[in-house]
Protein backbone atom coordinates (compact mmCIF):
# COMPACT_ATOMS: atom_id res chain seq x y z
CA UNK A 1 0.00 0.00 0.00
CA UNK A 2 2.67 2.28 1.11
CA UNK A 3 4.27 1.74 -2.38
CA UNK A 4 1.11 2.09 -4.13
CA UNK A 5 0.60 5.63 -2.38
CA UNK A 6 4.56 6.81 -2.72
CA UNK A 7 3.65 5.76 -6.54
CA UNK A 8 0.52 7.59 -7.25
CA UNK A 9 2.69 11.00 -5.29
CA UNK A 10 5.36 10.37 -7.61
CA UNK A 11 3.04 10.35 -11.23
CA UNK A 12 0.98 13.31 -9.50
CA UNK A 13 4.00 15.45 -8.93
CA UNK A 14 5.56 14.67 -12.82
CA UNK A 15 1.79 15.22 -14.04
CA UNK A 16 1.90 18.83 -12.22
CA UNK A 17 5.00 19.73 -13.76
CA UNK A 18 4.04 18.10 -17.34
CA UNK A 19 0.83 20.57 -16.92
CA UNK A 20 3.19 23.71 -15.89
CA UNK A 21 5.81 22.50 -18.69
CA UNK A 22 2.98 23.18 -21.30
CA UNK A 23 0.98 26.42 -19.53
CA UNK A 24 -0.64 28.07 -22.85
CA UNK A 25 -2.04 24.66 -23.86
CA UNK A 26 -3.69 23.97 -20.33
CA UNK A 27 -4.51 27.65 -19.15
CA UNK A 28 -6.64 27.88 -22.08
CA UNK A 29 -8.30 24.75 -22.11
CA UNK A 30 -9.00 25.13 -18.32
CA UNK A 31 -10.13 28.72 -18.76
CA UNK A 32 -13.03 27.21 -21.42
CA UNK A 33 -13.49 24.64 -18.97
CA UNK A 34 -14.27 27.24 -15.81
CA UNK A 35 -16.46 29.25 -18.15
CA UNK A 36 -18.78 26.51 -19.42
CA UNK A 37 -19.04 25.23 -15.54
CA UNK A 38 -19.68 28.87 -14.71
CA UNK A 39 -22.38 29.26 -16.75
CA UNK A 40 -24.45 26.13 -16.27
CA UNK A 41 -23.92 26.76 -12.55
CA UNK A 42 -25.03 30.37 -12.53
CA UNK A 43 -28.00 28.97 -14.46
CA UNK A 44 -28.97 26.27 -12.07
CA UNK A 45 -28.21 28.15 -8.76
CA UNK A 46 -30.19 30.95 -10.33
CA UNK A 47 -33.05 28.79 -11.19
CA UNK A 48 -33.35 26.78 -8.49
CA UNK A 49 -32.85 30.23 -5.67
CA UNK A 50 -35.62 31.85 -7.86
CA UNK A 51 -37.92 28.48 -7.49
CA UNK A 52 -37.36 28.97 -4.01
CA UNK A 53 -37.61 32.31 -3.19
CA UNK A 54 -40.78 32.41 -5.28
CA UNK A 55 -42.55 29.37 -3.14
CA UNK A 56 -41.29 30.69 0.10
CA UNK A 57 -43.39 33.70 -0.63
CA UNK A 58 -45.85 32.07 -2.44
CA UNK A 59 -46.42 29.96 0.40
CA UNK A 60 -48.30 33.29 2.18
CA UNK A 61 -50.25 34.16 -0.32
CA UNK A 62 -53.98 33.25 -0.52
CA UNK A 63 -55.15 29.94 -0.49
CA UNK A 64 -58.11 30.10 -3.14
CA UNK A 65 -58.28 33.26 -5.23
CA UNK A 66 -62.07 33.06 -6.86
CA UNK A 67 -62.08 35.34 -10.09
CA UNK A 68 -65.41 35.44 -12.33
CA UNK A 69 -65.33 34.53 -15.92
CA UNK A 70 -67.12 35.51 -18.87
CA UNK A 71 -67.19 33.13 -21.96
CA UNK A 72 -63.50 32.23 -21.14
CA UNK A 73 -61.99 35.69 -20.32
CA UNK A 74 -61.55 37.50 -16.70
CA UNK A 75 -64.48 39.43 -15.71
CA UNK A 76 -64.96 41.93 -13.02
CA UNK A 77 -66.42 40.19 -9.86
CA UNK A 78 -69.51 41.00 -8.75
CA UNK A 79 -69.64 42.04 -4.93
CA UNK A 80 -72.81 39.95 -4.05
CA UNK A 81 -70.58 36.93 -5.14
CA UNK A 82 -68.66 37.36 -1.44
CA UNK A 83 -71.98 36.31 0.56
CA UNK A 84 -72.67 33.29 -1.38
CA UNK A 85 -69.31 32.04 -0.81
CA UNK A 86 -68.91 33.31 2.79
CA UNK A 87 -72.12 30.52 3.61
CA UNK A 88 -70.09 27.87 2.12
CA UNK A 89 -68.91 25.39 5.10
CA UNK A 90 -65.53 25.35 5.73
CA UNK A 91 -64.43 29.29 4.39
CA UNK A 92 -62.69 31.09 7.03
CA UNK A 93 -62.74 34.66 5.12
CA UNK A 94 -63.49 36.12 2.21
CA UNK A 95 -61.73 39.03 1.32
CA UNK A 96 -62.59 41.54 -2.09
CA UNK A 97 -59.44 42.46 -4.31
CA UNK A 98 -58.66 45.45 -6.64
CA UNK A 99 -56.18 44.95 -9.30
CA UNK A 100 -55.54 46.04 -12.51
CA UNK A 101 -52.62 46.30 -15.23
CA UNK A 102 -52.32 49.57 -16.81
CA UNK A 103 -49.75 49.85 -19.94
CA UNK A 104 -47.21 52.95 -19.98
CA UNK A 105 -46.95 53.85 -23.64
CA UNK A 106 -44.39 56.16 -22.91
CA UNK A 107 -41.95 53.80 -21.90
CA UNK A 108 -43.24 50.64 -23.27
CA UNK A 109 -44.31 48.82 -19.72
CA UNK A 110 -47.18 47.20 -18.19
CA UNK A 111 -47.96 48.32 -14.32
CA UNK A 112 -49.47 46.03 -11.87
CA UNK A 113 -51.91 48.51 -10.12
CA UNK A 114 -53.30 47.21 -6.24
CA UNK A 115 -55.16 48.64 -3.63
CA UNK A 116 -53.57 47.09 -0.01
CA UNK A 117 -55.22 44.54 1.60
CA UNK A 118 -58.02 45.46 3.95
CA UNK A 119 -56.65 43.57 6.93
CA UNK A 120 -53.01 44.34 6.29
CA UNK A 121 -51.94 47.66 7.88
CA UNK A 122 -53.75 49.81 5.94
CA UNK A 123 -57.48 50.96 7.26
CA UNK A 124 -60.48 50.79 4.38
CA UNK A 125 -59.77 54.48 3.66
CA UNK A 126 -55.95 53.88 2.80
CA UNK A 127 -54.75 56.01 5.66
CA UNK A 128 -51.85 53.60 6.99
CA UNK A 129 -52.23 53.05 10.93
CA UNK A 130 -48.19 51.51 10.92
CA UNK A 131 -45.02 51.72 10.07
CA UNK A 132 -43.86 50.28 6.94
CA UNK A 133 -45.31 46.65 6.14
CA UNK A 134 -48.13 45.49 3.93
CA UNK A 135 -48.21 41.85 5.12
CA UNK A 136 -50.54 39.78 2.53
CA UNK A 137 -54.15 39.28 4.11
CA UNK A 138 -52.80 35.71 5.40
CA UNK A 139 -49.72 36.04 6.17
CA UNK A 140 -48.99 35.32 9.80
CA UNK A 141 -46.36 36.93 11.79
CA UNK A 142 -42.77 34.92 11.18
CA UNK A 143 -43.53 34.97 7.37
CA UNK A 144 -41.85 36.79 4.97
CA UNK A 145 -43.53 40.02 4.01
CA UNK A 146 -45.00 40.51 -0.07
CA UNK A 147 -44.03 44.16 0.14
CA UNK A 148 -42.11 46.88 2.01
CA UNK A 149 -43.79 50.47 2.13
CA UNK A 150 -40.53 52.58 4.24
CA UNK A 151 -42.50 54.18 5.99
CA UNK A 152 -44.77 55.62 3.43
CA UNK A 153 -49.06 56.89 3.58
CA UNK A 154 -51.17 56.08 1.18
CA UNK A 155 -53.74 58.97 0.85
CA UNK A 156 -56.10 59.70 -1.72
CA UNK A 157 -54.28 60.64 -4.78
CA UNK A 158 -51.42 59.47 -3.66
CA UNK A 159 -49.32 56.13 -4.97
CA UNK A 160 -46.80 54.13 -3.96
CA UNK A 161 -44.81 52.96 -6.22
CA UNK A 162 -42.14 49.70 -6.84
CA UNK A 163 -38.60 50.17 -7.10
CA UNK A 164 -38.58 48.92 -11.01
CA UNK A 165 -41.05 52.28 -12.30
CA UNK A 166 -39.16 54.36 -9.95
CA UNK A 167 -36.28 53.50 -12.02
CA UNK A 168 -37.61 53.44 -15.15
CA UNK A 169 -39.45 56.37 -14.97
CA UNK A 170 -36.78 57.87 -12.61
CA UNK A 171 -39.32 59.23 -10.10
CA UNK A 172 -39.30 59.44 -6.59
CA UNK A 173 -41.66 60.06 -3.64
CA UNK A 174 -42.74 63.41 -4.25
CA UNK A 175 -43.40 63.65 -7.85
CA UNK A 176 -46.03 62.99 -10.00
CA UNK A 177 -47.13 60.69 -12.53
CA UNK A 178 -50.08 61.05 -14.67
CA UNK A 179 -52.50 58.58 -15.78
CA UNK A 180 -55.36 58.34 -18.60
CA UNK A 181 -58.17 57.06 -17.36
CA UNK A 182 -60.92 55.11 -18.66
CA UNK A 183 -62.92 58.15 -19.73
CA UNK A 184 -60.32 59.34 -21.65
CA UNK A 185 -59.33 62.13 -18.89
CA UNK A 186 -55.63 62.54 -17.21
CA UNK A 187 -55.56 61.98 -13.52
CA UNK A 188 -52.46 62.65 -11.61
CA UNK A 189 -50.97 61.47 -8.35
CA UNK A 190 -48.29 62.44 -6.74
CA UNK A 191 -45.56 59.50 -5.30
CA UNK A 192 -46.24 58.85 -2.01
CA UNK A 193 -42.97 56.32 -1.55
CA UNK A 194 -41.63 53.37 -2.97
CA UNK A 195 -41.34 50.09 -2.47
CA UNK A 196 -38.67 48.25 -0.73
CA UNK A 197 -36.28 46.78 -2.95
CA UNK A 198 -36.04 43.70 -0.12
CA UNK A 199 -39.44 42.34 -2.20
CA UNK A 200 -38.39 43.11 -5.54
CA UNK A 201 -38.85 40.27 -7.15
CA UNK A 202 -42.83 40.60 -6.99
CA UNK A 203 -42.97 44.07 -6.33
CA UNK A 204 -40.66 45.80 -8.75
CA UNK A 205 -43.38 46.79 -11.17
CA UNK A 206 -46.17 46.94 -8.15
CA UNK A 207 -48.31 50.61 -7.98
CA UNK A 208 -50.27 50.78 -4.71
CA UNK A 209 -53.31 52.63 -5.44
CA UNK A 210 -55.92 54.11 -2.69
CA UNK A 211 -59.38 51.86 -3.66
CA UNK A 212 -61.09 55.60 -5.18
CA UNK A 213 -58.66 56.61 -7.09
CA UNK A 214 -58.32 52.76 -8.51
CA UNK A 215 -62.17 52.90 -9.02
CA UNK A 216 -61.93 56.34 -10.84
CA UNK A 217 -58.38 55.13 -13.16
CA UNK A 218 -60.01 52.32 -14.26
CA UNK A 219 -64.09 53.10 -14.34
CA UNK A 220 -65.31 50.47 -12.36
CA UNK A 221 -68.52 50.36 -9.76
CA UNK A 222 -68.62 50.17 -6.05
CA UNK A 223 -70.75 46.69 -7.03
CA UNK A 224 -67.21 45.23 -8.62
CA UNK A 225 -64.13 44.06 -7.11
CA UNK A 226 -61.68 42.51 -9.60
CA UNK A 227 -61.31 39.21 -7.98
CA UNK A 228 -61.77 37.83 -4.10
CA UNK A 229 -59.50 35.82 -1.82
CA UNK A 230 -60.60 32.67 -0.17
CA UNK A 231 -59.08 31.59 3.39
CA UNK A 232 -60.21 28.13 4.58
CA UNK A 233 -59.91 26.98 8.06
CA UNK A 234 -58.75 23.07 7.35
CA UNK A 235 -55.68 23.05 4.72
CA UNK A 236 -56.86 19.87 3.76
CA UNK A 237 -60.23 21.08 2.67
CA UNK A 238 -59.01 23.55 -0.23
CA UNK A 239 -59.85 21.53 -2.77
CA UNK A 240 -63.43 21.00 -1.39
CA UNK A 241 -64.19 24.45 -1.17
CA UNK A 242 -62.66 25.32 -4.57
CA UNK A 243 -65.12 22.44 -6.06
CA UNK A 244 -68.12 24.04 -3.46
CA UNK A 245 -67.37 27.76 -5.16
CA UNK A 246 -67.62 26.48 -8.45
CA UNK A 247 -70.73 24.01 -7.84
CA UNK A 248 -72.37 27.28 -6.80
CA UNK A 249 -71.26 29.90 -8.81
CA UNK A 250 -70.79 28.54 -12.11
CA UNK A 251 -68.93 31.68 -13.53
CA UNK A 252 -66.76 31.59 -10.92
CA UNK A 253 -62.91 30.17 -11.11
CA UNK A 254 -60.89 29.47 -8.01
CA UNK A 255 -57.44 28.97 -7.97
CA UNK A 256 -55.77 27.25 -5.31
CA UNK A 257 -52.18 28.22 -4.41
CA UNK A 258 -50.57 25.05 -5.21
CA UNK A 259 -51.73 25.60 -8.88
CA UNK A 260 -49.92 29.19 -8.62
CA UNK A 261 -46.58 27.29 -7.70
CA UNK A 262 -46.91 24.77 -10.04
CA UNK A 263 -47.28 27.54 -12.46
CA UNK A 264 -44.39 29.27 -11.17
CA UNK A 265 -42.46 26.24 -10.93
CA UNK A 266 -42.30 25.46 -14.54
CA UNK A 267 -41.91 29.10 -15.53
CA UNK A 268 -38.34 28.83 -13.90
CA UNK A 269 -37.89 25.20 -15.01
CA UNK A 270 -38.75 26.13 -18.20
CA UNK A 271 -36.35 29.20 -18.45
CA UNK A 272 -33.77 27.33 -17.03
CA UNK A 273 -34.10 24.58 -19.50
CA UNK A 274 -34.06 26.65 -21.58
CA UNK A 275 -30.86 28.61 -20.65
CA UNK A 276 -29.18 24.76 -20.45
CA UNK A 277 -30.42 23.76 -23.78
CA UNK A 278 -28.85 26.46 -25.48
CA UNK A 279 -25.65 26.23 -23.59
CA UNK A 280 -25.44 22.39 -24.26
CA UNK A 281 -24.35 23.56 -27.58
CA UNK A 282 -21.70 25.15 -25.65
CA UNK A 283 -21.02 21.85 -24.03
CA UNK A 284 -21.00 19.98 -26.97
CA UNK A 285 -18.26 22.17 -28.26
CA UNK A 286 -16.53 21.70 -25.10
CA UNK A 287 -16.52 17.92 -25.24
CA UNK A 288 -15.68 18.09 -29.14
CA UNK A 289 -12.05 20.59 -28.07
CA UNK A 290 -10.96 18.29 -24.86
CA UNK A 291 -11.62 14.95 -27.62
CA UNK A 292 -9.62 17.20 -29.92
CA UNK A 293 -7.06 18.09 -27.02
CA UNK A 294 -6.12 14.94 -25.92
CA UNK A 295 -6.17 12.66 -29.14
CA UNK A 296 -4.43 15.78 -31.08
CA UNK A 297 -1.03 14.64 -28.89
CA UNK A 298 2.01 16.79 -30.04
CA UNK A 299 4.97 15.66 -31.41
CA UNK A 300 6.32 16.17 -28.11
CA UNK A 301 3.81 14.65 -26.07
CA UNK A 302 4.19 11.34 -28.05
CA UNK A 303 8.21 11.56 -27.41
CA UNK A 304 7.43 12.03 -24.00
CA UNK A 305 5.03 9.12 -23.93
CA UNK A 306 7.50 7.29 -25.63
CA UNK A 307 10.35 8.00 -23.34
CA UNK A 308 8.82 7.15 -20.62
CA UNK A 309 7.47 3.70 -21.82
CA UNK A 310 11.16 3.18 -22.91
CA UNK A 311 12.54 3.35 -19.25
CA UNK A 312 10.09 1.10 -17.75
CA UNK A 313 6.51 2.57 -17.21
CA UNK A 314 3.60 0.68 -18.22
CA UNK A 315 0.62 1.30 -19.71
CA UNK A 316 -1.44 1.35 -16.98
CA UNK A 317 1.12 3.60 -15.59
CA UNK A 318 0.94 6.37 -18.55
CA UNK A 319 -3.06 6.13 -18.15
CA UNK A 320 -3.02 7.14 -13.80
CA UNK A 321 -0.88 10.04 -15.34
CA UNK A 322 -3.33 10.99 -17.95
CA UNK A 323 -6.43 9.84 -15.36
CA UNK A 324 -4.85 12.72 -12.82
CA UNK A 325 -4.26 15.13 -15.26
CA UNK A 326 -7.74 15.34 -16.38
CA UNK A 327 -8.55 14.90 -12.54
CA UNK A 328 -6.56 18.13 -12.08
CA UNK A 329 -8.05 20.13 -15.05
CA UNK A 330 -11.27 18.93 -14.40
CA UNK A 331 -11.86 19.67 -10.29
CA UNK A 332 -10.37 23.01 -10.48
CA UNK A 333 -12.19 23.82 -13.22
CA UNK A 334 -15.84 22.35 -11.06
CA UNK A 335 -14.17 24.09 -7.87
CA UNK A 336 -13.42 27.47 -9.65
CA UNK A 337 -16.52 27.57 -11.81
CA UNK A 338 -18.97 26.77 -9.09
CA UNK A 339 -17.42 29.06 -6.89
CA UNK A 340 -17.61 32.25 -9.68
CA UNK A 341 -20.77 31.53 -10.43
CA UNK A 342 -22.27 31.37 -6.52
CA UNK A 343 -20.85 35.09 -6.74
CA UNK A 344 -21.86 35.89 -9.65
CA UNK A 345 -25.38 34.56 -8.81
CA UNK A 346 -25.47 35.88 -4.64
CA UNK A 347 -23.65 38.57 -4.71
CA UNK A 348 -23.92 40.23 -8.10
CA UNK A 349 -27.38 39.72 -8.76
CA UNK A 350 -26.35 37.59 -12.15
CA UNK A 351 -25.67 40.27 -13.82
CA UNK A 352 -24.63 38.28 -17.15
CA UNK A 353 -28.02 36.43 -17.55
CA UNK A 354 -30.20 38.79 -15.81
CA UNK A 355 -31.96 39.65 -18.71
CA UNK A 356 -33.02 36.04 -19.76
CA UNK A 357 -34.13 34.34 -16.47
CA UNK A 358 -35.37 37.47 -14.80
CA UNK A 359 -38.83 38.94 -15.63
CA UNK A 360 -41.06 39.18 -18.93
CA UNK A 361 -41.41 43.07 -19.42
CA UNK A 362 -38.94 45.83 -19.53
CA UNK A 363 -39.33 46.26 -15.91
CA UNK A 364 -36.45 43.72 -14.77
CA UNK A 365 -36.61 43.52 -10.89
CA UNK A 366 -33.20 44.11 -8.88
CA UNK A 367 -32.75 42.10 -6.01
CA UNK A 368 -30.57 40.00 -4.48
CA UNK A 369 -31.23 35.90 -4.27
CA UNK A 370 -30.54 33.92 -0.92
CA UNK A 371 -28.22 31.53 -1.85
CA UNK A 372 -29.54 27.83 -1.51
CA UNK A 373 -27.52 25.54 -2.93
CA UNK A 374 -27.76 21.77 -2.24
CA UNK A 375 -25.85 18.12 -2.84
CA UNK A 376 -28.28 17.29 -5.73
CA UNK A 377 -27.35 20.26 -7.64
CA UNK A 378 -23.85 20.25 -7.17
CA UNK A 379 -23.80 16.49 -8.25
CA UNK A 380 -25.98 17.08 -11.65
CA UNK A 381 -23.36 19.89 -12.51
CA UNK A 382 -20.68 17.18 -11.64
CA UNK A 383 -22.15 14.84 -14.13
CA UNK A 384 -22.79 17.57 -16.58
CA UNK A 385 -19.46 18.66 -16.84
CA UNK A 386 -16.41 16.71 -15.44
CA UNK A 387 -17.98 13.27 -16.59
CA UNK A 388 -18.42 14.49 -20.37
CA UNK A 389 -14.66 15.71 -20.33
CA UNK A 390 -13.69 11.93 -18.66
CA UNK A 391 -15.67 10.33 -21.25
CA UNK A 392 -14.22 12.77 -24.25
CA UNK A 393 -10.91 12.30 -23.27
CA UNK A 394 -10.44 8.36 -22.13
CA UNK A 395 -10.40 6.99 -26.06
CA UNK A 396 -7.58 9.17 -26.87
CA UNK A 397 -5.62 8.88 -23.93
CA UNK A 398 -6.15 4.95 -24.01
CA UNK A 399 -4.35 5.10 -27.37
CA UNK A 400 -1.65 7.77 -25.92
CA UNK A 401 -0.90 4.99 -23.81
CA UNK A 402 -0.62 2.44 -26.02
CA UNK A 403 2.50 4.03 -28.13
CA UNK A 404 5.12 1.29 -28.86
CA UNK A 405 8.28 1.78 -26.04
CA UNK A 406 10.52 1.19 -29.10
CA UNK A 407 9.22 4.70 -30.48
CA UNK A 408 12.05 6.34 -28.05
CA UNK A 409 14.67 4.41 -29.68
CA UNK A 410 13.02 5.24 -33.30
CA UNK A 411 13.70 8.88 -32.23
CA UNK A 412 16.57 10.39 -33.91
CA UNK A 413 16.00 13.95 -34.00
CA UNK A 414 16.04 16.22 -31.16
CA UNK B 1 22.45 -15.40 -20.78
CA UNK B 2 19.75 -13.97 -23.63
CA UNK B 3 19.20 -16.23 -26.48
CA UNK B 4 17.56 -15.75 -29.74
CA UNK B 5 16.23 -18.73 -31.39
CA UNK B 6 14.76 -18.27 -35.12
CA UNK B 7 13.71 -14.59 -34.86
CA UNK B 8 11.95 -12.79 -37.32
CA UNK B 9 10.53 -9.41 -37.74
CA UNK B 10 7.97 -8.24 -40.08
CA UNK B 11 7.27 -4.30 -40.04
CA UNK B 12 3.51 -3.78 -41.58
CA UNK B 13 2.72 -7.89 -42.41
CA UNK B 14 -0.13 -8.02 -45.33
CA UNK B 15 0.14 -4.83 -46.42
CA UNK B 16 2.04 -3.95 -50.26
CA UNK B 17 4.80 -1.55 -47.98
CA UNK B 18 5.51 -5.18 -45.76
CA UNK B 19 9.31 -5.32 -44.72
CA UNK B 20 11.42 -8.01 -43.17
CA UNK B 21 13.88 -6.40 -40.61
CA UNK B 22 14.99 -9.71 -39.17
CA UNK B 23 15.33 -13.43 -41.13
CA UNK B 24 15.88 -16.21 -39.10
CA UNK B 25 18.29 -14.91 -36.28
CA UNK B 26 19.69 -17.41 -34.02
CA UNK B 27 22.16 -15.19 -31.21
CA UNK B 28 23.98 -16.31 -28.20
CA UNK B 29 24.94 -13.21 -25.82
CA UNK B 30 26.66 -14.49 -22.75
CA UNK B 31 26.72 -12.66 -19.50
CA UNK B 32 29.19 -9.94 -18.46
CA UNK B 33 30.67 -9.19 -21.87
CA UNK B 34 30.33 -6.23 -24.24
CA UNK B 35 28.47 -7.41 -27.35
CA UNK B 36 29.06 -5.17 -30.52
CA UNK B 37 25.70 -5.49 -32.92
CA UNK B 38 27.55 -3.79 -36.17
CA UNK B 39 26.22 -3.11 -39.22
CA UNK B 40 24.98 -0.63 -41.99
CA UNK B 41 22.14 1.51 -41.66
CA UNK B 42 18.79 -0.75 -41.92
CA UNK B 43 20.16 -3.51 -41.26
CA UNK B 44 18.11 -4.39 -38.32
CA UNK B 45 20.52 -3.90 -35.57
CA UNK B 46 17.70 -1.39 -33.38
CA UNK B 47 15.07 -3.92 -34.06
CA UNK B 48 17.01 -6.52 -32.55
CA UNK B 49 18.13 -4.96 -29.74
CA UNK B 50 14.81 -3.69 -29.15
CA UNK B 51 13.43 -7.16 -29.47
CA UNK B 52 16.22 -8.27 -26.73
CA UNK B 53 15.57 -5.53 -24.83
CA UNK B 54 11.85 -6.40 -24.21
CA UNK B 55 10.62 -3.56 -26.00
CA UNK B 56 8.77 -4.92 -28.75
CA UNK B 57 7.69 -8.84 -29.77
CA UNK B 58 9.44 -10.44 -32.42
CA UNK B 59 6.68 -11.81 -35.19
CA UNK B 60 8.17 -15.30 -35.05
CA UNK B 61 10.71 -17.04 -32.94
CA UNK B 62 11.78 -17.13 -29.02
CA UNK B 63 14.23 -14.92 -27.15
CA UNK B 64 14.99 -16.50 -23.66
CA UNK B 65 16.13 -14.42 -20.87
CA UNK B 66 18.25 -16.51 -18.22
CA UNK B 67 16.63 -19.87 -20.00
CA UNK B 68 13.39 -18.27 -19.54
CA UNK B 69 11.04 -17.68 -22.41
CA UNK B 70 9.88 -14.20 -22.53
CA UNK B 71 8.56 -13.47 -26.01
CA UNK B 72 4.92 -14.99 -25.02
CA UNK B 73 4.75 -12.50 -21.89
CA UNK B 74 2.04 -10.17 -20.97
CA UNK B 75 2.39 -6.48 -21.94
CA UNK B 76 3.38 -6.11 -17.74
CA UNK B 77 5.28 -8.56 -17.28
CA UNK B 78 7.63 -7.51 -20.02
CA UNK B 79 7.46 -3.86 -18.80
CA UNK B 80 8.58 -5.17 -15.30
CA UNK B 81 11.56 -7.57 -16.93
CA UNK B 82 12.30 -4.30 -18.87
CA UNK B 83 11.96 -1.99 -15.66
CA UNK B 84 14.63 -4.15 -13.65
CA UNK B 85 16.91 -6.19 -15.74
CA UNK B 86 17.44 -3.39 -18.35
CA UNK B 87 19.08 0.27 -18.69
CA UNK B 88 18.35 1.85 -22.10
CA UNK B 89 21.09 4.43 -23.63
CA UNK B 90 19.68 5.71 -26.50
CA UNK B 91 20.69 7.05 -29.57
CA UNK B 92 19.85 10.70 -27.97
CA UNK B 93 20.21 11.87 -24.67
CA UNK B 94 16.07 11.35 -24.99
CA UNK B 95 15.53 13.53 -21.90
CA UNK B 96 12.71 15.04 -20.64
CA UNK B 97 12.90 18.94 -21.04
CA UNK B 98 11.49 21.29 -18.78
CA UNK B 99 12.19 19.34 -15.58
CA UNK B 100 15.66 19.08 -13.35
CA UNK B 101 18.44 16.62 -14.34
CA UNK B 102 17.82 14.72 -10.60
CA UNK B 103 14.11 14.36 -11.57
CA UNK B 104 15.23 12.62 -15.23
CA UNK B 105 17.32 10.74 -13.47
CA UNK B 106 14.56 9.30 -10.84
CA UNK B 107 11.69 8.70 -13.33
CA UNK B 108 11.97 5.35 -14.62
CA UNK B 109 11.87 4.47 -10.51
CA UNK B 110 8.61 6.43 -10.49
CA UNK B 111 6.34 3.16 -10.72
CA UNK B 112 7.84 1.07 -8.41
CA UNK B 113 6.96 3.42 -5.39
CA UNK B 114 10.38 3.55 -3.52
CA UNK B 115 10.68 5.86 -0.70
CA UNK B 116 11.70 10.00 -2.37
CA UNK B 117 14.82 9.90 0.00
CA UNK B 118 16.21 6.73 -1.09
CA UNK B 119 15.62 7.14 -4.57
CA UNK B 120 16.99 10.81 -4.35
CA UNK B 121 20.24 9.76 -2.35
CA UNK B 122 20.87 6.43 -5.28
CA UNK B 123 20.10 9.43 -7.86
CA UNK B 124 22.96 11.61 -6.06
CA UNK B 125 25.39 8.86 -5.95
CA UNK B 126 25.04 7.89 -10.25
CA UNK B 127 25.55 11.88 -10.76
CA UNK B 128 28.07 12.25 -8.39
CA UNK B 129 29.83 8.99 -10.31
CA UNK B 130 30.02 10.48 -13.41
CA UNK B 131 30.68 13.93 -12.12
CA UNK B 132 27.42 15.37 -13.01
CA UNK B 133 26.06 15.88 -9.32
CA UNK B 134 26.35 20.03 -9.48
CA UNK B 135 23.59 19.89 -12.34
CA UNK B 136 21.07 17.83 -10.52
CA UNK B 137 19.12 21.03 -9.93
CA UNK B 138 19.45 22.74 -13.63
CA UNK B 139 16.94 22.03 -16.50
CA UNK B 140 17.76 19.33 -18.98
CA UNK B 141 17.84 22.10 -21.43
CA UNK B 142 21.19 24.01 -20.39
CA UNK B 143 23.32 20.65 -20.46
CA UNK B 144 25.94 20.03 -22.69
CA UNK B 145 26.10 17.38 -25.22
CA UNK B 146 28.10 14.91 -22.48
CA UNK B 147 26.05 16.06 -19.61
CA UNK B 148 23.20 14.72 -21.23
CA UNK B 149 24.45 11.62 -22.52
CA UNK B 150 25.79 10.97 -18.94
CA UNK B 151 22.39 12.02 -17.10
CA UNK B 152 21.14 9.40 -19.34
CA UNK B 153 23.05 6.85 -18.59
CA UNK B 154 22.21 7.50 -14.61
CA UNK B 155 19.05 7.20 -15.63
CA UNK B 156 19.82 3.94 -17.25
CA UNK B 157 21.17 2.80 -14.04
CA UNK B 158 18.82 4.15 -11.79
CA UNK B 159 16.99 0.53 -11.28
CA UNK B 160 20.34 -0.93 -11.13
CA UNK B 161 19.71 -3.08 -14.15
CA UNK B 162 22.32 -5.92 -15.04
CA UNK B 163 22.13 -5.64 -18.34
CA UNK B 164 22.89 -2.44 -20.37
CA UNK B 165 21.34 -1.43 -24.14
CA UNK B 166 22.89 1.09 -26.05
CA UNK B 167 21.40 2.02 -29.20
CA UNK B 168 24.01 3.64 -31.69
CA UNK B 169 25.63 5.98 -28.31
CA UNK B 170 28.34 7.82 -29.75
CA UNK B 171 26.54 9.16 -32.75
CA UNK B 172 26.25 12.34 -31.44
CA UNK B 173 29.47 12.70 -29.59
CA UNK B 174 32.98 13.80 -30.63
CA UNK B 175 35.71 11.75 -30.37
CA UNK B 176 36.83 13.16 -26.91
CA UNK B 177 33.40 12.36 -25.31
CA UNK B 178 32.59 8.97 -27.84
CA UNK B 179 35.98 7.82 -25.66
CA UNK B 180 35.02 8.80 -22.41
CA UNK B 181 31.15 6.97 -22.85
CA UNK B 182 33.67 3.72 -23.66
CA UNK B 183 35.41 4.37 -20.67
CA UNK B 184 32.08 4.23 -18.59
CA UNK B 185 31.24 1.10 -20.40
CA UNK B 186 34.03 -0.74 -19.15
CA UNK B 187 33.10 0.32 -15.36
CA UNK B 188 29.88 -1.55 -16.17
CA UNK B 189 31.94 -4.26 -17.54
CA UNK B 190 34.29 -4.40 -14.26
CA UNK B 191 31.30 -4.48 -12.31
CA UNK B 192 29.99 -7.70 -13.81
CA UNK B 193 27.21 -5.84 -15.99
CA UNK B 194 26.24 -7.50 -19.18
CA UNK B 195 26.47 -4.70 -22.39
CA UNK B 196 25.23 -4.84 -25.76
CA UNK B 197 25.59 -1.90 -28.05
CA UNK B 198 24.70 -1.51 -31.49
CA UNK B 199 27.09 0.87 -33.49
CA UNK B 200 28.71 1.28 -36.75
CA UNK B 201 31.05 3.49 -35.50
CA UNK B 202 35.16 2.10 -35.18
CA UNK B 203 35.93 3.92 -31.89
CA UNK B 204 33.22 1.29 -30.38
CA UNK B 205 33.88 -2.21 -32.26
CA UNK B 206 37.48 -1.91 -32.60
CA UNK B 207 37.85 -1.10 -28.56
CA UNK B 208 39.62 -3.21 -26.94
CA UNK B 209 37.12 -4.01 -24.06
CA UNK B 210 34.39 -5.35 -26.89
CA UNK B 211 34.03 -9.38 -26.36
CA UNK B 212 31.90 -10.29 -29.44
CA UNK B 213 30.83 -8.39 -32.41
CA UNK B 214 27.75 -9.69 -34.50
CA UNK B 215 27.89 -8.08 -38.43
CA UNK B 216 24.15 -7.77 -39.43
CA UNK B 217 23.08 -7.17 -42.89
CA UNK B 218 19.53 -7.29 -44.42
CA UNK B 219 18.39 -8.50 -41.23
CA UNK B 220 20.54 -11.55 -41.21
CA UNK B 221 23.75 -12.40 -39.31
CA UNK B 222 26.88 -12.46 -41.38
CA UNK B 223 29.05 -15.52 -40.51
Known sequence: MRHWIEKQRYIIDFTLSSLLRRKVKNVGLLALYTLIVFILASTMFFTYSIKKEASLILKDSPEIVVQKIVAGRHDLFPVDYINTIKKIRGVASVESRLWGYYYDGLVGANYTLLTPPRNGRFTDTGKSTAKTTVVDSESTDNSKPLFELNGAVLEPGTLIIGNGIARLRAIGTGDYMPFLAFDGNVLNFKIAGVLSSQSELVSSDLMLINEEDFRKLFGIDNSYVTDVTVAVNNPEEIAMVASKIKKRLPQARPIIRDEILRTYDSIFNWRGGMMIVIFSAAVLAFVIFAWDKASGLSAGERREIGILKAVGWETSDVIQMKFWEGAIISLTAFFTGVILAYIHVFFTGSIVFEPALKGWSSLYPNFKLTPFVNLEQLTTLFFLTVVPYTVATIVPIWRAATIDPDSAMRFTGE | ?223
Open chain 2, 1 to 223: MIELVNVKKVFNAGNPSEFSALNSVNLLIEENQVTVLKGPSGSGKTTLLSIIGCMSRPSAGRVKLQGREITSLPERFLTDIRRKTFGFIFQQPNLIKGISVLDNVMLPAYPLGEKRVHLKNKAMKGLAALNIANKAASKVEWLSGGEAQRTSIVRALINDPYIIIADEPTAHLDTKLSYRFMEIIETFKAEGKTVIITSHDPLVYESSMVDRVVNLRDGQIEV
